[in-house]
């Protein structure tokens, strides 16, 4: 059986490494800069970090979420997520549900106040994802959309939650 080619995405038949070529990389990169980009909505406005806007932004359409499922979701590690959790309820924008004794188990909710931090903070991040994807084309915007959905299939991460 004859092994096919190692050919780059840019079509060239490679065997050494280009860092600044290699797709995973230029992926991390692009994931780190989008997420610095609305970094600063949540970040100087609002006070939160990258862990707890990822919190927020799970819990708030989610009626009753678990730590577990935060972390399953954003592919955040348990720890991270459990700071996040804890400097939340700290400044009152989450509260847990008191049903269950373990509390990786006991379902999160927004207070009254992560309601309303929430309602301001989402029209401002999707307005900010609107002037990044407005950087392409609309036949570009569907091809990346695809791509995206694509790469997601092919690792096993379709319907889970992001930045």
Sequence with gaps: MRQAPNLSARGIEE????????VPFRL????????????GIYRERFGLDIPEWR???TVGPERGCTA???????RMHKTRVSRAIA??????????A????????RPLRLTAAGRRMYAELVPLALERERALL???TRDQLRAFITAVGCLEAFLGLEKEAGD
């Design 87 to 96: 400097h939340l309820e700290k400044r009152g924008l989450m509260a847990r």
């Design 15 to 22: 065997s050494t490494l280009d860092l600044a070529g290699f």
């Design 55 to 57: 919190v927020m932004a």
């Design 28 to 39: 991390n990169r692009l994931a780190a800069g989008v997420s610095d980009h609305l970094a």
């Design 68 to 74: 577990q499922y935060i972390a399953g979701s954003t």
């Design 134 to 136: 407005a950087s392409m």
């Design 98 to 105: 008191t049903k269950s004794g373990d509390r990786r188990e």
